[in-house]
């Protein structure tokens, strides 16, 4: 056996745990999930039976899920303003810095937050709004706004608002550090023509920095579009889809038809057409979102 050919299998060998895991935990289930669509399964006794297009059927009579779209819709465009523009003017704050050792120290800032468990910070959230003893409304009395405090998470007139300012500022994280890699690779000739031809300030943040960070804006974009249909944690943690449906999400809902009432076909379904509309959402980004 050649030394090229015992090269490849140790190489095969190394990467054999990483493909079997990968066919196991990341291909199986979705592939499992497809199949179900079609079927009603019930888990005792492994029982399977055929029911077509029913499952998909149900769905434009389900009122729950039907409700559910407008929540989604409005969690996930929010989510994607914040989550493109806030990291990326954190980015450019950082970027202005002209001290190394301070761009240091903001970095590694930005990265504290993300050794806390994302469950350990909707807590901490919930607590934040609790109607009683709650920072929010705790504050609003110091200032003497009694007439403003709120349920924030039990009244269905404010709940989905109270989920989309979670976690402000919103600049914590790896997003910005994202965006900083971009703006520390424009070439130094690109920013000095900038310069001379006037272009400083806000003008060469509009007229060169964002076209140059194109990538990492239609990263921001596909990823948060498809955790904006998939997210669930905050219903799930936080305020069970309510106050009635109020904060209903698709993802939600089709836990709670897998989990709690062993609708396991129905589910699959419901997830089945979340990662179609994922994937028409990526194409489309994709394809009009242009990278410099």
Known sequence: ?????????????????????????????PLRGLITAFFEWIPAGDQWKFVGFDNFARMLTDEV?????????????????????????????????????????????LLLPLV????????????IYDPNIGLINSLLDAVGLEQLKHAWLSD????????????FPWAAG????????????????????ARLDGATGLKRVLQVDIPMVTGQIKFFVVTGMIGGLQQFGQQLVLTGGGPG????????????????YNHFGYASAIGLVLFAVAFGLTIVSMKFIKSE
Do not use: C
């Open 116 to 127: 806390v468990p994302g469950v350990v910070g909707m807590l901490v959230w919930n607590f």
């Open 174 to 193: 790896i997003g910005p550090l994202i965006y900083l890699s971009g703006l520390m690779n424009i070439p130094t000739e690109v920013i000095d023509s």
């Open 65 to 109: 899920l039907i409700a559910s779209v407008p929540n989604m819709i409005l969690l996930m465009f929010g989510g994607l303003l914040i989550g493109v523009t806030v990291p990326f003017i954190m980015a450019e704050l950082i970027f202005f810095v002209r001290s190394e050792k301070l761009k240091y120290y903001y970095r590694v800032m």
């Open 245 to 260: 449906y109020s904060s209903m999400v698709p993802g939600y809902h089709m836990y709670v038809q897998a989990f709690t």
């Open 156 to 167: 269905s007139s404010t709940v989905l608002f109270a989920l989309l300012f979670m976690g």
């Open 1 to 29: 056996m050649s030394r090229k050919m015992r090269e490849s299998l140790q190489a095969y060998f190394f990467l054999s745990p990483i493909v079997i895991g990968l066919l196991i935990f990341a291909y199986y289930p």
